[in-house]
């Protein structure tokens, strides 16, 4: 009889061991996903600004009209990426966010060289709009990370090592810098001083 009772009081401990690491796994998984959601809205909203921006110095900057090309071929390859991809395209989006950066940062060298610009509102505010939501992207990209390297470790923490195959679970892809390009800050301040 207690031979009985031990028994069924470690397969109740096993099943609730079993049920937590399976619960943990997943929430942690969604909560990636999240993450990787926040992203995506972020750069959704950087590509939809790039056009405004580049039509309103486009009158302006006739004479710069390979830029402006680049900036949008740029903008639309990383939109073309950014499509229906998830975090196991990460590397994928990140070069082409690496490439639309670095046409960002030839075109506001450029435009910083048209005086006329400066007292054209809608560029100000666009590139304003265009600060603001590269830092959005940079702190979702953190929060992405953190949720992503916790998802990874407790893969491979004991006993959640044990149901990751259960629970799908899969190590996370982390957003990394690999061009020196993008280490660089882009410069998209066009703040006419």
């Known amino acids: 009889m207690i031979g009985a009772i031990i028994i069924s009081l470690i397969a109740v401990i096993a099943v609730f061991v079993a049920v937590s690491s399976y619960n943990s796994l997943i929430n942690l998984k969604e909560q990636t996903n999240n993450s990787w959601k926040q992203i995506d809205v972020q750069l959704k909203r950087r590509h ?39 975090p196991a395209n990460v590397a994928e989006i990140a070069a ?14 450029i435009v910083e060289a048209y005086p006329d610009l400066k007292a054209t509102g809608n560029v100000a505010q666009f590139q304003e709009e265009l600060t603001s939501t590269e830092n959005r992207v940079g702190f979702a990209r953190q929060a992405y990370n953190d949720t992503a390297t916790s998802y990874n470790v407790a893969q491979q923490q004991f006993p959640n090592v044990l149901f990751a195959g259960l629970a799908k679970a899969a190590p996370a892809t982390l957003w990394e810098i690999s061009e020196h390009a993008d280490r660089e800050v882009p410069k998209v301040n066009l703040s006419f001083k």
Do not use: H, W, Y
Not at 59 to 82: P, Y
């Open 48 to 86: 939809d600004l790039i056009p405004n921006l580049v039509e309103a110095v486009r009158g302006a900057m006739q004479f710069e009209r390979e830029t402006l090309e680049a900036v949008i071929a740029a903008r639309n390859k990383a939109v073309s990426v950014c499509t229906g991809a998830g």
């Open 96 to 109: 082409a966010e690496g490439a639309l950066n670095a046409a960002l940062s030839r075109f506001s060298a």
